[in-house]
């Protein structure tokens, strides 16, 4: 009896194990095709809903929470920019101008813009944000219409890693091989103690 005892707790221990190391699903929040933000013809971005742009109120789907967890922008572009672009972000903890000035470089890769979003100037300041926080992407050549942007969102992970070397990029997951084998190691754990128990309850 002890010794079957013994073994549920070790099944049900790396079942746990494996839950816990399986990542979960990647938080992705689309965003306007269409930026809400607008500076100018070459300043164009989205924001938290309720924030102020030019004495307007901006309503949009996305929480002050959502940005502030999200880890990278991504704009999907029909050609890499043929010029360096900017992020600017602005928030209610200062309202500062952060500008970050890149190179298409730096975030271009497979068809994608990618900004890590704990490399932009000011990001950290986000966290002090109360209620209000905006981002634009500036681009010159003409203006921001000439990214060719065919889709936008937020996310706290990638599918494989952003260029490296440079602000606004970096490896999305610096752990999943740990991760992976982690989850391997729990279910085999769990299959090996469940094997066991079978043969003792049988015997």
Do not use: H
């Not at 689309?30 to 809903?49: C, E, I, T, Y």
């Not at 999943?176 to 190691?185: E, M, R």
């Amino acid at each position: 009896m002890k010794t079957r005892k013994t073994l549920l707790t070790l099944m049900m221990a790396a079942l746990l194990i494996a839950m816990l190391a399986v990542p979960a699903f990647a938080a992705t929040i689309d965003l306007p095709l269409d930026p809400p933000f607008v500076n100018s013809d070459a300043q164009k971005g989205w924001g938290v809903n309720g924030t102020d742009m030019n004495g307007t109120a901006i309503e949009t789907d996305l929480t002050l929470e959502q940005l502030q967890a999200a880890k990278y922008l991504v704009l999907e572009v029909s050609a890499e920019p043929a010029a360096g672009l900017q992020f600017v972000l602005q928030n209610d903890n200062g309202w500062g101008w952060n500008q970050t000035d890149l190179t298409a470089a730096d975030v271009y890769q497979d068809g994608k813009l990618v900004f890590e979003l704990a490399n932009m100037t000011g990001w950290d300041t986000l966290a002090g944000a109360t209620a209000q926080a905006k981002f634009f992407v500036c681009y010159y050549d003409p203006d921001y219409s000439g990214l060719g942007v065919t889709k936008a969102y937020l996310t706290d992970s990638l599918g494989g890693d952003a260029p490296a070397g440079d602000p606004g990029t970096g490896n999305a997951k610096t752990g999943d091989s740990t991760v992976i084998f982690l989850a391997i190691g729990g279910l085999v754990l769990a299959a090996g103690a469940t094997v066991l128990v079978a043969r003792k309850v049988k015997a």
